[in-house]
């Protein structure tokens, strides 16, 4: 039985010299990052409805929530609050139950990994990033009905909605660094408990 250590040098020695066995690791990657995309849309699917009152083939209302940024940002009486990005109940549920979720959770197993911001631990920007997009394909889904889409379509719409969620994300952070540290923050909080405020 070889160790972990070991057995990543003989793949590593093996994928250098063999074209079809490189092919067929890169696709099992592919495959479960496909998974793992389809079940986090699938969580975020679960409060589509709840969360934004949005109905199957609401077209209309799905743009409305896109283009006010409303799917992301919170709104009061019609009115968007921008400085609470993320802060909608969505999007620390569907956190928690994609990573904080019972004792083999991923955020549980590998908690010494998470960034910290003063001691703290904070959620990381390509998990929330990863949220945020299960949220958006999960909407379009629903307002367009394209759960039968093929797999290498969904994988196309997601990495350019990814693209664009991390570009917004960096620029909110760049506009005030320490507060976009502090939600991080809030937001593992909220995720690590699955609690609303």
Request: proline share 3%; hydrophobic share 40%; with cysteine.
């Amino acid at each position: 039985k070889e160790s972990g250590d070991e057995t990543f040098k003989l793949i590593r020695h093996r994928i250098k010299k063999d074209a079809q066995y490189t092919r067929d690791i890169i696709a099992i990657g592919e495959e479960r990052v496909y998974q793992k995309r389809a079940e986090w849309k699938k969580i975020a699917k679960n409060y589509i409805r709840s969360e934004y009152g949005l109905q199957d083939r609401d077209e209309n209302h799905f743009h409305s929530l896109v283009d006010q940024m409303e799917y992301l940002f919170p709104a009061h009486n019609g009115i968007v609050q921008w400085l609470q990005p993320f802060m909608r109940p969505i999007v620390w549920q569907v956190l928690h139950e994609a990573f904080f979720k019972g004792t083999s959770a991923f955020a549980r197993k590998f908690a010494s990994k998470f960034p910290t911001f003063n001691t703290q631990r904070q959620v990381p920007i390509g998990m929330l990033c990863c949220v945020a997009v299960a949220i958006y394909m999960a909407m379009h889904d629903v307002a367009y009905d394209q759960d039968k889409l093929s797999i290498q379509v969904k994988a196309a719409a997601w990495d350019a909605e990814y693209a664009d969620m991390w570009k917004l994300i960096k620029g909110i952070e760049a506009g005030n660094p320490h507060a976009f540290a502090d939600l991080l923050v809030r937001l593992y909080e909220l995720a690590s408990k699955g609690q609303h405020f």
